[in-house]
């Protein structure tokens, strides 16, 4: 089975022409024919059934049979991350943490930050590529590069807010009491000692992830994976 991205499908939509890529893949690639059933979602939890009315290799036409409504799986995961000075360690954490269930993450600028631009139409082309692949029909949301401060001291809502930290003595997996989870992950380097205080200042727990030290983005996917495991 092959998802296809169409981000502005809504529910009343009846048909709808592919990009050129997507026309290449479905037309070229996978030789597809009319008549034939393809997937679609919008990555807002729709989920699409279609024909293939026209299988022009640069704007492939289909009609719109059945759509289907999907509830968002829990635990609602945000992570709060800095990017690391390789892309690729990055990118490679947005994909596995799209596989395994997230729902939002936000890129951060501490102190020690090695990178401090991103790139998010790359970004956004990684999780797209990264749903579609794990046939999941919510794409994450990604935000825009963000101060720490400016981002501790937002008021998140009812969610549990932690912040992994290597020296804390209770574990994130046995702090976990809630289907919504907020947690900061800092650089290589580690956040600050005024960092550490003013998230804890602002309602973050420290938690430890492992008993050994993590990379930036090992680390990220290790509280991802461990709050999808607690839950279930």
């Not at 954490?93 to 102190?111: C, D, H, S, Y």
């Not at 947690?183 to 205080?197: R, T």
Request: contains cysteine; proline residues 4%.
């Amino acid at each position: 089975m092959n998802l296809f991205y169409a981000p502005d499908l809504q529910a009343d939509s009846t048909n709808y022409i592919f990009n050129k890529d997507e026309s290449r893949h479905i037309s070229k690639v996978l030789r597809k024919s009319v008549g034939e059933e393809v997937y679609l979602t919008n990555g807002k939890g729709l989920f699409f059934t279609a024909e293939i009315l026209d299988n022009h290799p640069k704007k492939t036409q289909v009609k719109i049979i059945k759509v289907e409504k999907k509830n968002q799986d829990k635990p609602l995961i945000h992570i709060a991350v800095a990017p690391t000075k390789s892309n690729d360690r990055f990118e490679w954490f947005l994909e596995k943490a799209t596989e395994i269930g997230i729902q939002r993450v936000t890129p951060i600028l501490t102190l020690h930050s090695e990178r401090k631009k991103i790139n998010p139409e790359r970004y956004e082309k990684i999780l797209v590529s990264a749903m579609k692949q794990s046939l999941k029909v919510y794409k994450p949301s990604l935000s825009g590069l963000t101060k720490f401060k400016d981002f501790i001291t937002r008021d998140w809502g009812d969610v549990q807010k932690f912040m992994a930290y290597c020296h804390s003595d209770q574990n994130l997996s046995t702090a976990l009491n809630n289907n919504k989870v907020l947690i900061l992950v800092g650089p290589e380097g580690g956040f600050s000692e005024e960092e550490v205080a003013l998230a804890q200042a602002n309602g973050f727990k420290p938690v430890g992830l492992s008993a050994h030290r993590l990379r930036t983005e090992t680390a990220a996917l290790m509280a991802v994976a461990t709050v999808q495991i607690c839950s279930k």
